[in-house]
Antibody
Framework: QLQLQESGPGLVKPSETLSLTCTVS??????????WVWIRQPPGKGLEWIAS???????HYNPSHKGRVTISIDTAKNQFSLRLSSVTAADTAVYYC???????????WGQGTLVIVSS | EIVLTQSPATLSLSPGERATLSCRAS??????LAWYQHKPGQAPRLLIS???NRATGIPARFSGRGSGTDFTLTISRLEPEDFAVYYC??????????FGPGTKVDLK
């Protein structure tokens, strides 16, 4: 059974870099035609796609983050990661990692991790 | 950028009633649209992919239809566990995608 688990600091200071890791278990991150994605939900707001990555390293980003985002993948560790630089209070959100496939949608999600940006 | 609009913002209904949720895209997304259910403190759950295909394990009371710019999610008879927020997601520029603002289905 596929499981995803987010990990990383729950508190980040303004202007610093937010770093999160998603650990995948129950399947190889290199298997299948899947993209591995990061999605977030600010408090009281809706869902926002941040970035997607394939096991080959091919990545895609939401242009609204203006180059602040980097997604990476480590197939040896069965993990993928998110880095968001120059954070502000607007980056406070629950961050989800998930698996996505073209024809079936975003089928598997982590439970989410709350990241607060505050000094 | 394709913008999704969902209506109504809130739908107040009783168990056993029919829920009809709308999602409209600012330009055609063909059938590349999915629906998700989201409850507080939980991860979103995929209900429908490609506008009308129920995901694995999703009850038959959930159905989706539409293509182009107008889509509908219908819950034929609301169960107590169906009260949640529902998001549509357009996937026409996959592997990128965008979500609508959500419709909250709450207890009347």
């Amino acid at each position: 059974q596929l499981q995803l688990q987010e990990s990383g600091p729950g508190l980040v200071k303004p202007s610093e870099t937010l770093s999160l890791t998603c650990t995948v278990s129950g399947d190889s991150i290199s298997s299948g035609p899947y993209y591995w994605v990061w999605i977030r939900q600010p408090p009281g707001k809706g869902l926002e796609w941040i970035a997607s990555i394939y096991h080959s390293g091919s990545s895609h980003y939401n242009p609204s983050h203006k180059g602040r985002v980097t997604i990476s993948i480590d197939t040896a560790k069965n993990q993928f990661s998110l880095r968001l630089s120059s954070v502000t209070a607007a980056d406070t959100a629950v961050y989800y990692c998930a698996r996505d496939r073209r024809i079936t949608g975003t089928t598997h999600w982590g439970q989410g991790t709350l990241v607060i940006v505050s000094s | 950028e394709i913008v999704l609009t969902q209506s109504p913002a809130t739908l107040s209904l009783s168990p056993g009633e029919r829920a009809t949720l709308s999602c409209r895209a600012s330009q055609s997304v063909s059938s590349f649209l999915a629906w998700y259910q989201h409850k507080p403190g939980q991860a979103p759950r995929l209900l429908i992919s490609d506008a009308s295909n129920r995901a694995t394990g999703i009850p038959a009371r959930f159905s989706g239809r539409g293509s182009g710019t107008d889509f509908t999610l219908t819950i034929s008879r609301l169960e107590p566990e169906d009260f949640a927020v529902y998001y549509c997601q357009q996937r026409s520029n996959w592997p990128g995608f965008t979500f609508g603002p959500g419709t909250k289905v709450d207890l009347k």
